[in-house]
T-cell receptor, first 117, second 107 residues
Framework: GAVVSQHPSRVICKSGTSVKIECRSL??????MFWYRQFPKQSLMLMAT?????????EQGVEKDKFLINHASLTLSTLTVTSAHPEDSSFYIC?????????????FGPGTRLTVL | AQRVTQPEKLLSVFKGAPVELKCNYS??????LFWYVQYSRQRLQLLLR??SRESIKGFTADLNKGETSFHLKKPFAQEEDSAMYYC?????????FGQGTELSVKP
């Protein structure tokens, strides 16, 4: 149980285009989802916290107009990288919390490798 | 400021040797700490949390509030333990991750 999927797993796009990444909780309802960015052999940096039906909360230094987050249902959150540039190339990972007795456990997706040419 | 520090980027040991991955934290309240593991080409997964005081795959970690540490230990390392290990601190429902330590267990 508690599986989180991400789609696509890998995307290559041209500079200036927008890319949407989906994060789904497959067998549970996620009250909260998180988006992280990870550079090679480095730590995960939290970008934003997403709650179903409300606006995402962004961490300091993260441009909310560039990284649009939508959490339309209890099983789906999307991250759209708008007007992508090469410096946005990274590994983007989402996680989901189920709530309830296991409320503070985050289940991670497999990540999406974004390459901006 | 809340912070998690893992001083070693790479730790290399031989199979059967004891291993200790260091984690220090900075947090003003009562900390809730986790260890996550990421095997090659796999997703991040929870290894253990301090509040459950359990042993997973032979790993244990004890919270030492005096030293503000939560080191991960295993008495006899196995080759399949080779992975990236991340220490994380729960800050108001959000996780703050350390920089990670790559554990390499050689045969």
């Amino acid at each position: 149980g508690a599986v989180v999927s991400q789609h696509p797993s890998r995307v290559i796009c041209k500079s200036g285009t927008s890319v949407k990444i989906e994060c789904r909780s497959l067998d549970f309802q996620a009250t909260t989802m998180f988006w992280y960015r990870q550079f090679p052999k480095q730590s995960l940096m939290l970008m934003a916290t997403s709650n179903e039906g409300s606006k995402a909360t962004y961490e300091q230094g993260v441009e909310k107009d560039k990284f649009l987050i939508n959490h339309a249902s209890l099983t789906l959150s999307t991250l759209t990288v708008t007007s992508a540039h090469p410096e946005d190339s990274s590994f983007y990972i989402c996680s989901a919390q189920a709530g309830g007795p296991d409320a503070d456990t985050q289940y991670f997706g497999p990540g999406t490798r974004l390459t901006v040419l | 400021a809340q912070r998690v520090t893992q001083p070693e980027k790479l730790l290399s040991v031989f199979k059967g040797a004891p291993v200790e991955l260091k984690c220090n934290y900075s947090y003003s309240g009562s900390p809730e700490l986790f260890w996550y593991v990421q095997y090659s080409r796999q997703r991040l997964q929870l290894l253990l949390r301090h509040i459950s005081r359990e042993s997973i795959k032979g790993f244990t970690a004890d919270l030492n509030k005096g030293e503000t540490s939560f080191h991960l230990k295993k008495p006899f390392a196995q080759e399949e333990d080779s992975a990236m290990y991340y220490c994380a601190l729960n800050r108001g429902g959000k996780l703050i991750f350390g920089q990670g330590t790559e554990l390499s267990v050689k045969p």
